[in-house]
Each structure stands twice: as C-alpha cells, then as structure tokens.
C-alpha cells in the first residue's frame, strides 16, 4: 500500500453469508486477457483472482465446534489419619464463564464444599469406607444444592453424581443401571451414546484409554445407582468417585482438593473445550445491518443465520496491484480479504459441481467430475 493512501480503508473486510450453496452461486474462469483464475461470487457481485501457484492467495477454513463439557473425577483417599478426631475434608472449584469481555481476564471464581466428621473409624489402617461414602455423597449434595437461584452465574455451574470407572470394554459387553438394560453394541462409542440416550445417567469415554474404557455417571443426587455388568468383559468397580460435569460448554472449571485432613486424587475425564462459530456467533456477526436505511421494516430482506446450523468461514485474503489515480505510473499494493459464511448442516459444501455446471473448462488442471466447494478453492490456488 502507497504510503499516505488509506488503502486498508478502502478496501475493508468484505463478509457473505450463505445458507444454501448452489452451483449458480459461485464460478471460475481463466481472464483471456491477463491468463489469472478468476473466482466469481456471481450473485454477490465479487470476484477474486488468483496468480499463477496461489501465490498471492491466502484460504483458511474455519468450522463450527460445538464444545465439550468439562468432565472430572474425585475421589477420596482412605489412609488413616494420625488423630482420629474432627476430621475436615472438602473441595474447591474454580469457574470461568466464556463471556464476551473482560470477564474472560478475571480471576477465576472459587466455590468451596467442604465437610466434617467428628470421629473417623480405622480399621487396619484405613477408613471405614462407608465414612469414605459419605463423604463424597455430603460433597455431591452440597454441590447439587448450590443453584445460584435469583442469580444463576453465583451457583456451582457444574452437577455432581456418582461415577464409575468402567474397564475392558469389548462389542459383547452389556450393563443394566438401576435397572435398566443397555444392551452390546458395535463400537464403544456406540455404547456411550446408547447410555447418553436413556436417563439414567451420563457416559462419557475415557480421556487416557478411550477404546476400552468408560466412565458413568449417575445424574441424581446420591440414591441408588447400581450399574451390574450383564455380558462380555466389561468390569464394574466396587467403589465409586464423585463425577463433577460442567453444567454448560460455555462454563469451564477446575477442581482441586482442599488442603484439609482428606487427601485424594483428581482424574480429568473429558477436557473442556468452548464452542467456536455456532449459529449464535454468526447471528452476532451479521446483526450489524437490519437495513440500508436502518428500517427495521425491510429486515425480511437480510439474509439471517439459521438457529442451530453449523458453519464454515472460508477466509480468503488476496493481494493485488492496482493503477493508482493519484500520480502517473504510480501502483498501489493492498490485501482485500473476503470471508464467506456457508452453512454445512444440510452438505452444502458436498459434492455439487461437476464438468456439466460449467464452473471451469472439464479439462482443467484440478478439476474433476462431482467437485467440493473446498476442492474448487484448490483448483483455483492451482
């Protein structure tokens, strides 16, 4: 860019929302005068072009994620301690909240719950487990009553029920909770997804071994839950955790034991991860324009997200080399950049050209029969 020209002003980021792809809304020519590959957004009126090897073209492809809740274990050790009397145990968890601001810059906010036992019974060196038990249901009672009420961001932002560790998971196994049958399935995940479908409590893989074990989670607070292996090599532990799970993917947390008499371990089960690029960030990101004249009247006309869609956001930035007006032989150098919003959930970005659609000559270098919107942004690179 020339000096002094406000060349990035005039050429600001360029955004197109597409909800449905079409063959008629995108095509590629060769320019038979300057011999450059010529992307055309036919309907929107823009087109980009791109020299010889793409070397003046950048494309990044971004997604819809939808995020993973945060997922731990807590257990409780039963080492005996050295004075048998008022014995306190507890535990801290930190929230962050993904909020739009400063707030993701604050320290994260602690929430303790915490208990004690006045006289600790040790048999053999170890407490008596049903003490252990307790303990941990007190912890998933007081975390399930913290409900913030009037003000929902003050409560836990996470529930608690009790988990168990489930090893050597094979196609045969089978378990019934509570109860209720879930039967062998094909895949572990498949199992995850068949005990996530009923209501008795949350499945999630394991983090460090996910093709043979899993973690269950009741999701009530501390009654019965009963998990019984019925078929294949699946184990049922005889003790369980205390499983915490985020209440929300926008809500992550950290756990930590309290350095209190109780000592314990903190198995992370499921890493969280905030969602990315949902249908409410694009709706935020197109919002900016109800209409030319600011009526909301004529808002029907602007192309709106659809709630709940997933999204790719193909960024393409390209230089370029312009006359410049203001002196003679003067060029003006600047990057444009373009980002188009397409929505994925219906395969939009699937198969849709082919040597019939006239999007290129058939005979083209990187142009084949049933092409993909992102192998058309190749062959245009090519």
Known sequence: MKKGTGGNLSQPKMRFLINSLTTADFGMFTDTVTGLKSLIAKKLGYSLESLAGGTNVEVTKQCTDAGKLKVVSVDFNNDCPCTECGFDYGINIAIRHMIPGYFNDMTDRQKPYSGNIANINCVSGEIDSTQIDTMKDDIINQINADLGFSNPLAGANV???????????????????????????????????????GTDAYAFLDATTPATELWVIANSTPTVFVVVNTAGTIVVPANYTIGIISKDVKWNFNAEIQPLDATGTITVIQESAFPFLTSDDVFRIFSGGAAPNGNFATQG?????????????????????????????????????VEFYVQTSAGNIAAIWDATDLMWESSHAGFGADTTFDALLTAWQV
Request: net charge negative; glycine share 8%.
């Open 301 to 337: 006309y602007i192309v709106q997200p659809v709630d709940g869609a997933s999204y790719c956001r193909y960024i393409i930035a390209v230089d370029s080399d312009i006359n410049d007006l203001t002196g003679a032989s003067h060029w003006e150098h600047f990057r444009g950049t």
């Open 159 to 197: 529930i608690a029920g009790k988990a168990l560790h489930l090893t050597t998971w094979n196609a045969a196994s089978a378990i019934t909770i509570n109860g209720t049958a879930y039967g062998a399935q094909a895949t572990i995940a498949a199992f995850v997804a068949a005990i996530n479908a």
